[in-house]
């Protein structure tokens, strides 16, 4: 089955210790993407990438990063998370960016 | 500042009325816009657009762009309870070299019975 998966689904953790959302998919998609979506403010694009060891910052990269080192993973590391990264984290794939999206089942990160 | 504008936010209906959903934009470099559908989980996606005044269509779903006016609208006819959802408008563009995705707010529908 085609699909986008992603690990934890839920993490309540604290202020600056480092975590790691990873993200894959089984589609052989060239385009990954982070999003996280906040009530009042929609989805916004954190990090992409268009190939393995490709990536390009989104509208709120900041505190993020991220790695393409294979073509079928993408984690999503906050390397110091602080409260106002608490979100929801969805992960997506396409063929193209411009292209239909799938979406992961979303990380709901609280960060205290 | 690249902006994609949706309206209503929400929308309040019965079943089987008719609801548009509209999405405009302000953005440099447009490639495309797609509509997504999100209940209570990750979007799904329902139609990218291209080309000005070319309709998409599935099944009670339609959606048309306007490339002039910098618009696109989202039909639904005979809403069902089913259909109640978030339903996002994106835009992808070119901008400083790579390409990126711009979401709109959503509208939120909810039909009831």
């Known amino acids: 089955e085609a699909q986008v998966t992603q690990n934890p689904r839920y993490l309540i953790t604290v202020t600056g210790k480092k975590l790691t959302v990873t993200c894959s998919q089984n589609m052989n998609h060239e385009y990954m993407s982070w999003y996280r979506q906040d009530p009042g403010l929609g989805l916004r694009q954190i990090y992409y990438s268009m190939n393995v060891e490709v990536t390009d910052k989104g509208d709120v990269p900041e505190g993020y990063k991220v790695s393409r080192k294979e073509k079928r993973n993408f984690p999503l590391i906050l390397e110091s998370p602080s409260p106002n990264q608490t979100s929801l984290y969805f992960c997506a794939s396409s063929a193209a960016l411009g292209g239909e999206q799938f979406f992961g089942p979303g990380t709901r990160l609280t960060v205290l | 500042e690249d902006k994609v504008v949706q309206s209503p936010l929400s929308l309040v209906v019965h079943e089987g009325d008719t609801v548009t959903l509209n999405c405009s934009y302000e953005v440099t470099n447009f490639r495309s816009l797609l509509w997504y559908k999100q209940e209570k989980k990750a979007p799904t996606f329902l139609f990218m657009l291209?080309?000005?005044?070319i309709e998409k269509k599935s099944g009670r779903l339609s959606s048309i762009l306007d490339k002039k006016e910098l618009f696109s609208i989202l039909n639904i006819t005979a809403t069902q309870t089913g259909d109640s959802a978030v339903y996002l408008c994106?835009?992808?563009?070119?901008?400083?070299?790579?390409?990126?995705?711009?979401f709109g707010k959503g509208t939120k529908l909810t039909v009831n019975p």
């Open positions: 291209t080309s000005s005044g």
């Open positions: 994106a835009v992808d563009l070119f901008q400083g070299g790579s390409e990126k995705l711009v």
